[in-house]
């Protein structure tokens, strides 16, 4: 039956991917990547020959008549992001409401996504949190860190290496500079890094030491 799948990618470590995944990506008819550039060392290893195309935020309004056209037509389609599982802070979410709309089967494969493993690691509370994402650069920033700091959760975000020290600091003056917090920083990869403080210390140690790599932002909520 023909249908889309959401297959998770390896977040660094090329052997993070699941049997599963491998087989699904090697049968379906065309593989959704957010950069084929990226996606392609991915299949190069796993000696993957499926077609690939292009599929990212910018231009995922104007694809997805095509991509549940084919689907309708017979033809099975996976979508993968550069790491992780796609449609988190990725493409991914129009195209999959679209198939719901149109009766369209969607399988999601369980498998890699950094955030998991940087609250679990972060040693902060973990039985509830809330996952954020990128906080808005300009627009909306004050308004969503007012709102966090009534947050009683964990809390989770991703961060550009060149944002953290700006959000660490603006997030010592919302939420208060000793709230404790962790930095994840190149998960699964050679360079992996988790370093734990407050918003305070974190924010000294990273002008000092210039954060290189994908982040994940880990801090504790409001103690209720």
Do not use: W
Request: glycine fraction near 8%.
């Amino acid at each position: 039956m023909s249908k889309l799948f959401l297959v998770p990618t390896p977040i660094g470590n090329l052997k993070d991917i699941t049997f599963r995944a491998v087989e699904i990506l090697g049968s379906v008819d065309l593989i959704l990547a957010e950069d084929t550039r990226q996606s392609k060392r991915l299949l190069l290893h796993y000696n993957i020959k499926t077609p690939l195309r292009s599929h990212h935020l910018f231009n995922e309004h104007k694809s997805i008549e095509g991509i549940c056209t084919r689907i309708l037509s017979g033809q099975s389609i996976a979508l993968i992001s550069d790491a992780g599982t796609p449609g988190i802070s990725d493409a991914g979410f129009l195209l999959v409401r679209s198939c719901i709309e149109k009766d369209i089967t969607v399988e999601t494969l369980p498998g890699p996504t950094a955030m998991i493993p940087a609250l679990i690691n972060s040693g902060l509370p973990c039985d509830r949190f809330c996952f954020e994402g990128f906080l808005p650069h300009k627009k909306g920033r004050n308004k969503r860190l007012t709102l966090l700091k009534e947050e009683t959760r964990t809390m989770v975000f991703y961060e550009s290496p060149y944002r953290l020290v700006r959000t660490l600091e603006e997030m010592s003056g919302y939420l208060g500079f000793d709230r404790p917090a962790s930095v994840s920083r190149e998960i699964t990869k050679v360079f992996e890094e988790n370093k734990r403080g407050t918003l305070y210390s974190l924010s000294e140690h990273y002008k000092k030491n210039t954060p290189k790599g994908e982040i994940v932002l880990v801090v504790a909520g409001k103690k209720s």
